[in-house]
Nanobody
Framework: QVQLEQSGGGSVQAGGSLRLSCVDS????????MEWFRQVPGKEREGVAG???????TFYDDSVKGRFTISQDGKNTVYLQMNSLKPEDTAMYYC??????????????????WGQGTQVTVSS
């Protein structure tokens, strides 16, 4: 059973950087699709960046391309490096995992396991 534990996040001024971490603390099966989502009140959860851990293929939403970088450390830790942050990046961020092959962002319903969420606040 996958258990995702998130860390990182916080508050930063526009233009700053933050890094989020997501650790699968129980299960290290290598073929996982892991994706970072974000959600603001009243809106659906949206995918921002993902990775297929078996081969390291990454994918991004257009809104974060060139600013966010998803990476992995081994098969059970995924990071989201967020640079050049904007106020519109303010949201609760969640990592998600599923035992699927993936090449592009997918909807939240495609994922089985979720982290607890971490708040990112960007002030102007």
């Amino acid at each position: 059973q996958v258990q995702l534990e998130q860390s990182g996040g916080g508050s930063v001024q526009a233009g700053g950087s933050l890094r989020l971490s997501c650790v699968d603390s129980r299960y290290t099966y290598s073929h996982k699709c892991m994706e970072w989502f974000r959600q603001v009140p009243g809106k659906e959860r949206e995918g921002v960046a993902g990775i297929f851990t078996a081969d390291g293929h990454t994918f991004y939403d257009d809104s974060v391309k060139g600013r966010f970088t998803i990476s992995q450390d081994g098969k059970n830790t995924v990071y989201l490096q967020m640079n050049s942050l904007k106020p519109e990046d303010t949201a609760m961020y969640y990592c998600a995992a599923s035992f699927d092959y993936c090449r592009r962002t997918r909807g939240a319903s495609a994922y089985t396991y979720w982290g607890q969420g971490t708040q990112v606040t960007v002030s102007s």
